[in-house]
């Protein structure tokens, strides 16, 4: 089991269903929804506490970043064509590494950044999820950057390129 931060007493969380508007064959994933569908999170559940659920924020995030066409948001993500500066995405917490997935779908290749963060124990996961979900142009273009405190709270960094 992972450290004690992820498994609260009396922990009782089951897997999250997947919100019919997040169509990931539009994403261009290899098998998306088996990586963070129902049967992969009650895995991940048992093995990375509550780091392993894919949360409801995290599907908001998602549409934010890929809205169906049916759905406007003010303001709209800012998508590649209307930015012309580098851009550097953080998240924090990433867990199953469902919104870094996300988000790194729209990075620039060579140009934006994608700054991603969790405890050790589960920077592995959230790593493993990216690099089965994502194209060879998201993995080539996506920057990790896994910032963790240890238990003597000094600051460490991993700086992993996938």
Known sequence: MGGIINFPRHLDITPSITPKELEWSSHGARSVGAIFGGAAQREAIGRYGIAGRVWEAAYALCLYVHPPPNLDF????????????????????????????????????????????????????????????????????????IIYNNSSRKQSISIISL
């Open 74 to 145: 003010d303001p709209p993500f800012a998508p590649p064509s209307l930015v012309q500066n580098q851009r550097t995405f953080l998240e924090l917490g990433a867990g199953t590494g469902i919104v870094s997935y996300c988000v790194a779908e729209v990075l620039r290749s060579g140009q934006d950044s994608l700054i991603v963060t969790d405890l050790p124990e589960v920077s592995k996961f959230s790593i493993a999820s990216m690099c089965l979900c994502s194209s060879s142009a998201t993995r080539s273009a996506l920057y990790w950057r």
